[in-house]
């Protein structure tokens, strides 16, 4: 039986994923996995100022399908996610979404490694969903192209970097990335669908938006620096359908395959220790 190499002693190759056969949403040709990818977007260009929500005695009824249709998804992403989340959204579904998107972010070979290294899903699991969730809430309400958000995200990749030195080539691959941003976009209409809601599909504006927003926010993570420091928005899925196909697509990958037994137990453990969270924070003995 072939040793299992230690953390330190592990390069790219041992935490590559082979996506040439079944590419990612978003990825148009096996070239642009490596090569050539597609960089993400610039921050658009307002074109106006954006309108403002109307006052809180004219909030009836459904005010805010009426309002996200006076929005542009091309140039006021940032203000359609912010209304569709802070309006619509709730700390239960958030709460679900986290614990179900990291649990699919434990299966591959770099995730596993690299949140069991980190440790605070096992020691603070309820600080680590807090400070996680506030996060992404701060970046919706401040904006993709913020400078409240770019210092939010540069403090994650300076998190980021206490753990890939430790679990060098485990941040070199950008679809794991993806996911836990599409992991939040899609998890509600997943939900819905799963469970047979009335309405399963987001306002045309807020799918059209979500794209665009998360494209843009994604562009500021880094992969380590042994991988070039990529842009983690290499190749972002275009359109909602891209996004809900990406979804599936991360769903559906062959990590047994790509896998050894000590990754697995690794992947095992944390997922367990996400479930024990929610859990125990939403359903207390």
């Known amino acids: 039986m072939p040793v299992i190499p230690t953390l330190l002693e592990r390069d790219k190759e041992y935490y590559a994923l082979d996506f040439s056969s079944n590419l990612p949403?978003?990825?148009?040709?096996?070239?642009?996995?490596?090569?050539?990818?597609?960089?993400?977007?610039?921050?658009?260009?307002?074109?106006?100022?954006?309108?403002?929500?109307?006052?809180?005695?004219?909030?009836?009824?459904?005010?805010?399908?009426?309002?996200?249709?006076?929005?542009?998804?091309?140039?006021?992403?940032?203000?359609?996610?912010?209304?569709?989340n802070f309006f619509s959204g709730n700390t239960f579904a958030v709460a679900m979404g986290y614990c179900s998107t990291f649990v699919m972010l434990t299966q591959p070979p770099g995730g596993a490694a690299a949140i069991h290294f980190g440790a605070r899903a096992f020691k603070r699991p309820h600080r680590r969903f807090y400070k996680t969730a506030d996060q992404l809430l701060d970046w919706m309400w401040y904006g993709s192209a913020s400078e409240e958000t770019k210092r939010g995200i540069e403090a994650v990749n300076r998190l980021h970097k206490t753990i890939w030195k430790n679990t060098p080539e485990a941040f070199s691959n950008p679809p794991e990335g993806q996911m836990s941003v599409i992991g939040s976009a899609v998890f509600e209409t997943y939900l819905r669908k799963l469970v047979g809601a009335k309405n399963q599909m987001p306002h045309p504006h807020v799918a059209a938006a979500w794209p665009a927003w998360a494209e843009r926010v994604l562009a500021q993570f880094r992969t380590e620096p042994a991988d070039g420091s990529r842009s983690f928005g290499v190749n972002f899925p275009r359109t909602w359908d891209e996004l809900e196909g990406f979804y599936r697509w991360f769903q559906d990958l062959p990590f047994d395959k790509w896998t050894n037994s000590e990754d697995r137990e690794k992947g095992h453990a944390i997922a367990e220790a996400f479930v024990n969270q929610f859990s125990t924070l939403w359903f207390p003995k």
């Open 25 to 84: 949403p978003g990825t148009d040709t096996v070239d642009q996995l490596d090569n050539n990818q597609r960089q993400p977007r610039p921050p658009s260009e307002p074109h106006r100022s954006v309108p403002e929500w109307p006052p809180e005695e004219e909030r009836k009824g459904k005010w805010i399908s009426a309002y996200l249709n006076t929005l542009d998804p091309e140039t006021e992403y940032d203000q359609i996610i912010k209304t569709a």
